[in-house]
């Protein structure tokens, strides 16, 4: 199993970025996915999710309205656009799935795959 993400670098802020996390060895549909960032030095913060059993995108508060999660299943991968992109959105993201549902903010989630970090920088 593999989850190789990519789409990260560097934007100045108000720019745009679209985040992909290809999946290997399992099928996307049968897992709820969730996407985090951890900034240096900070604690690691679920920035979306999208719910396998009905399919409903949430959000941190910080970048509702801003970012979007996807997924394809044809293409069996994951997406995290994220619009308007601000200085404090720089962190490395990471992209995770799990067989749980109704998993936003949920206590004791254990997520089964994670993908390696890519990283987003916005500076000007």
């Known amino acids: 199993v593999q989850l190789q993400a990519s789409g990260g670098g560097l934007v100045q802020p108000g720019g745009s970025l679209r985040l992909s996390c290809a999946a290997s060895?399992?099928?996307?549909?049968?897992?709820?996915i969730g996407w985090f960032r951890q900034a240096s030095g900070q604690e690691r913060e679920e920035v979306a999710l999208?719910?396998?059993?009905?399919?409903?995108?949430y959000y941190l508060y910080l970048v509702e309205g801003r970012f979007t999660i996807s997924r394809d299943i044809a293409k069996n991968t994951t997406y995290l656009q994220m619009n308007n992109l601000k200085p404090e959105d720089s962190a490395d993201y990471f992209c995770?799935?799990?067989?749980?549902?109704?998993?936003?903010?949920?206590?004791?989630?254990?997520?089964?795959?994670w993908g390696q970090g890519t990283q987003v920088t916005v500076s000007s």
């Open positions: 995770a799935v799990t067989r749980s549902v109704h998993a936003w903010k949920a206590p004791h989630v254990v997520y089964d795959y």
């Open positions: 060895g399992l099928t996307l549909k049968d897992y709820t």
């Open positions: 999208i719910d396998t059993s009905n399919e409903r995108a």
